[in-house]
T-cell receptor, first 116, second 113 residues
């Protein structure tokens, strides 16, 4: 596709359940990022992938959060035993990594997660 | 720790005004700075990216400037239109290390017809 896609667009789950969020980056983009946007906190970085490796996981809020990327393309963010404070919009972005400083991050539409 | 601030949090103006949106950051060791637009319920759309070696970038009615030494960027919107109504976010990527972006909390702009 032409842009970053994410699925599902909305997810409502019960506290304690596990959820998986999916991101399809722009074809050929080697870098992939997950961010979280919540009302009180603004946009926060979660994890960054270069290829299938994650050199920066520093934004993952707890060990209930994990992510993987396969084939240098699709990524899945998994939240185990969801809590109400996990409710937020989860945004994925991708970019080329040319090293020139001109690597624009392109964002998907996000997944709105609501934990009841 | 890099902190990005956007003040004010919201702005309401009549159509046709020229606008200046402000962004400040605490650590001047940045790799680049991006301005984004976010419409309600949507993802982010990149507007302009300024590399650390650049002073400004222009796209149509938009002009973004960067002053690294003072930790400031401005986004200038000429002849504002109702369609410009959105939340505008700035984000910086620091030099070295992770490629993550650190975002300000955004400024909600309303342009009234």
């Amino acid at each position: 596709g032409a842009g970053v896609s994410q699925s599902p667009s909305n997810k409502v789950t019960e506290k304690g359940k596990d959820v998986e969020l999916r991101c399809d980056p722009i074809s050929g983009h080697t870098a992939l990022y997950w961010y979280r946007q919540s009302l009180g906190q603004g946009l926060e970085f979660l994890i960054y992938f270069q290829g299938n490796s994650a050199p920066d996981k520093s934004g993952l809020p707890s060990d209930r959060f994990s992510a993987e990327r396969t084939g240098g393309s699709v990524s899945t963010l998994t939240i185990q035993r969801t809590q109400q404070e996990d409710s937020a919009v989860y945004l994925c972005a991708s970019s080329m990594t040319s090293g020139s400083g001109a690597d624009t991050q392109y964002f998907g539409p996000g997944t709105r997660l609501t934990v009841l | 720790k890099q902190e990005v601030t956007q003040i004010p949090a919201a702005l309401s103006v009549p159509e046709g005004e020229n606008l200046v949106l402000n962004c400040s950051f605490t650590d001047s060791a940045i790799y680049n700075l991006q301005w984004f637009r976010q419409d309600p319920g949507k993802g982010l759309t990149s507007l302009l990216l300024i590399q650390s070696s650049q002073r400004e970038q222009t796209s149509g009615r938009l002009n973004a400037s960067l002053d690294k030494s003072s930790g400031r960027s401005t986004l200038y919107i000429a002849a504002s239109q109702p369609g410009d109504s959105a939340t505008y976010l700035c984000a910086v990527r620091r030099q070295g290390g992770s490629e993550k972006l650190v975002f300000g909390k955004g400024m909600k702009l309303t342009v009234n017809p």
